[in-house]
């Protein structure tokens, strides 16, 4: 079983549910900038445009000049796809990566 996370990373897992429901999307995402920021994206599934919600989510992130990455939460069925965690490592080498269910519960911390 993960280990509880942090108030401030708890956040990022509320703030990705809520992007999620708000538009019905397979994913949603939450990173935290070196500022504190947070920043959410959901899945984008267009005919000519498809993007993760982490991608989307680092994208709203680096759009407000963000340089560095705390930390990120993905929730969906899925985990966080390898072109969103690339987008994470490019900031954050070393920033956590949660994963939970669409009810919240965490499913685990790390790039798998």
Do not use: F
Not at 19 to 38: L, P, S, Y
């Amino acid at each position: 079983m993960p280990e509880p996370l942090s108030a401030e990373d708890a956040k990022l897992v509320t703030l990705a549910r809520a992007a999620r429901a708000r538009v019905g999307a397979v994913q949603g995402a939450a990173v935290r900038d070196g500022a504190g920021r947070t920043h959410t994206g959901v899945t984008v599934a267009l005919p000519s445009l498809r993007l993760s919600a982490l991608q989307v989510a680092v994208v709203a992130a680096v759009g407000t000049g963000a340089t560095a990455l705390e930390a990120a939460a993905v929730v969906g069925p899925d985990g966080p796809d390898p072109a969103g965690l690339a987008a994470v490592r490019d900031l954050a080498p070393d920033a956590p990566v949660h994963r939970a269910d669409p009810d919240g519960t965490l499913r685990g911390t790390g790039d798998d």
